[in-house]
């Protein structure tokens, strides 16, 4: 079974331009999860699906951040402007059943933002 | 709101040697706990979890963790470490959302 596949694994950008990232789930997995990753630190949620739905998007920035999940696949995070606090990891997850159920996250390797 | 403290950002074995990793947690109600991995340039992976089942929960690669709830702790322990347990261990308590959260890691490293 593939597990999560996120791309591009690294992106380097200057700052003010925009950037996005791409994650394809787990198949069968309705439950999609963007985490933003500082260095030394642990994840944090920035948004969650249920299917297309964004249930929980409280932790999202949302003057410069936007997601999307059009066919409650695979989903786009984006950032415009890029601020240079913006550099960290970017993980995706899945799980399936739903939030609710089993839940067990399954997570991809990570896109390594820099911004300059 | 729920959160968890890993005490110790940093952790040194031997090879063949016990491995503790300490977390303390806090909760306003039973909570369900998780610990993870994280090796470079991999994604994160499950170790193992607490749902309120057995207080000993058994993982994978050998890990297991405890849960107590005097102490409010959950640390995780291998009885012999393996070069390849070299990692970023994360602890993390779900919200009643379900929403993980996780503690600040803390870096194993595994001497020969």
């Known amino acids: 079974e593939a597990g999560v596949v996120q791309s591009p694994r690294y992106k380097i950008i200057e700052k003010k331009q925009p950037v996005a990232f791409w994650c394809n789930p787990i198949?069968?997995?309705?439950?999609l999860y963007w985490y933003r990753q500082n260095l030394g630190q642990g994840p944090e949620l920035l948004i969650r699906y249920e299917n297309e739905e964004a249930v929980d998007d409280s932790q999202l920035p949302k003057d410069r951040f936007s997601a999307e999940r059009l066919k409650g696949v695979d989903s786009t995070l984006k950032i415009q402007p890029a601020e240079l606090g913006d550099s960290a990891v970017y993980l995706c997850?899945?799980?399936?059943?739903?939030?609710?159920?089993?839940?067990?996250?399954?997570f991809g390797p990570g896109t390594r933002l820099t911004v300059t | 709101a729920q959160s968890v403290t890993q005490l110790d950002s940093h952790v040194s074995v031997s090879e063949g040697t016990p491995v503790l990793l300490r977390c303390n947690y806090s909760?306003?109600?039973?909570?369900?706990l998780f610990w993870y991995v994280q090796h470079p340039n991999k994604g994160l992976q499950l170790l193992l979890k607490y749902t309120s089942a057995a207080t000993l929960v058994k993982g994978i690669n050998g890990f297991e963790a405890e849960f107590k709830k005097s102490e409010t702790s959950f640390h995780l322990t291998k009885p012999s470490a393996h070069m390849s347990d070299a990692a970023e261990y994360f602890c993390v308590v779900s919200d009643r959302t379900r929403k993980l959260i996780f503690g600040q890691g803390t870096e194993l490293s595994v001497k020969p």
């Open positions: 198949s069968g997995h309705n439950t």
């Open positions: 997850a899945s799980s399936s059943e739903g939030w609710r159920g089993n839940y067990e996250q399954y």
């Open positions: 909760s306003s109600y039973s909570p369900s």
